[in-house]
């Protein structure tokens, strides 16, 4: 437990270091490509008048785009205070202050806190957790109809790019890393709980998927 609590510290940490960048990056250039793959997979899938939950929603921009669109109500957890910063003053910039509310924390630690939502996001956060399994079944919890997530592709590409950012945090000492987890697992672990998969497209390095219940 001392190793997981100390690497959510530490994610916390870099993101809140990324975070003002973050933001200036999204209202210059808008989503990235997974990003447009997922508000394309969302579309489909439907979130009119849903309810939203982001883990690891950072500046919060994909939430509130999905606010502007027509969904009701967001909820944004994240573990880097200044992520969160962002987003309140970019909520309030969007007038969207009344419809929005912001945890810091872990949502595998507070899960229990947090209401079910409509649909539940997950955008480059399964990486970013070792126990790729507590989360996924955490948030299916708390999903009531749809669940929409992007990870990295399990590639020889992807896989290296682990095997550097390990050695770069144990060379500097650091206990943030990133993990690849099997797909093929994460698909499973979905499937099992009920949900068929409505949607999927991919970059080079990440894979967009959102998963609808039956």
Known sequence: MAGCCSHARATGRLFSFFAP???????KKG?????????TGLEQAGFADASLLEIGC???????TLLGRGAS???????APRMLAEARQWARDRQLQGRTQYIEGDFTECADDI???DITLLDKVVCCYPDADSLIHKTLDKTRRV???????DRMFTRAGELIMLWITKVFRFDFRGYVHNPAQ?????????YRKSFQDQTTLWLTQVYVRQ
């Not at 109500?73 to 573990?79: E, N, R, T």
């Not at 669940?147 to 592709?153: E, Q």
């Not at 672990?189 to 009920?194: K, P, S, T």
């Open 115 to 117: 209401e079910a939502a």
């Open 21 to 27: 960048r973050y933001r200036r990056r999204f209202e």
């Open 73 to 79: 109500s967001a909820v944004g957890i994240d573990l």
């Open 186 to 194: 994460i698909e499973q672990w979905i499937r099992e709980e009920g």
């Open 31 to 39: 989503p990235e490509p997974s990003q447009k793959h997922l508000l």
């Open 58 to 64: 950072g500046v919060g921009y994909l939430h509130q």
């Open 147 to 153: 669940i929409a997530l992007t990870y990295p592709r």
